[in-house]
């Protein structure tokens, strides 16, 4: 079964730091883009960042660059988003989609703009709470 698990939320302190992790398996992992997404209670989707596994190009929104890190672990089929400097506004539900590499071929900042359709598989999620 395919499948995408997101850990490594909690609550930290406003300065802070967290790295998620978002583990795939049962499906052709070296063949995907992996997005990180989050929301908030009573606020819209956020995509945040993304990474094309197969040649390691990443894109990130501009509210979490230079704060925010995306990398991959290919052997481990584990995409990771290391996050510095944590603020209470990225408090959240954070989560990991998965959708084909070639859909963001022709460029990286369609990752988090493409329908949630062509996501074949989704995360359910890991909560981040920053305190001030």
């Known amino acids: 079964e395919a499948q995408l698990v997101a850990s490594g939320g909690g609550l930290v302190q406003a300065g802070g730091s967290l790295r998620l992790s978002c583990v795939a398996s049962g499906f052709a992992f070296d063949d995907f883009a992996i997005a990180w997404f989050r929301q908030a209670p009573g606020k819209e989707r956020e995509g945040l960042s993304c990474?094309?596994?197969?040649?390691?190009?990443?894109y990130y929104e501009g509210s979490v660059k230079g704060r925010f890190t995306i990398t991959s672990d290919n052997a481990k089929m584990t995409v990771f988003l290391q996050m510095y400097n944590l603020e209470p506004e990225d408090t959240a539900n954070y989560f990991c989609?998965?959708?084909?590499?070639?859909?963001?071929?022709?460029?990286?900042?369609?990752?988090?703009?493409?329908?949630?359709?062509?996501?074949?598989?989704w995360g359910q999620g890991t909560q981040v709470t920053v305190s001030t």
């Open positions: 989609g998965a959708l084909r590499g070639f859909l963001v071929s022709r460029s990286m900042a369609l990752c988090l703009t493409r329908r949630d359709h062509e996501f074949e598989h």
């Open positions: 990474i094309d596994i197969r040649d390691g190009s990443t």
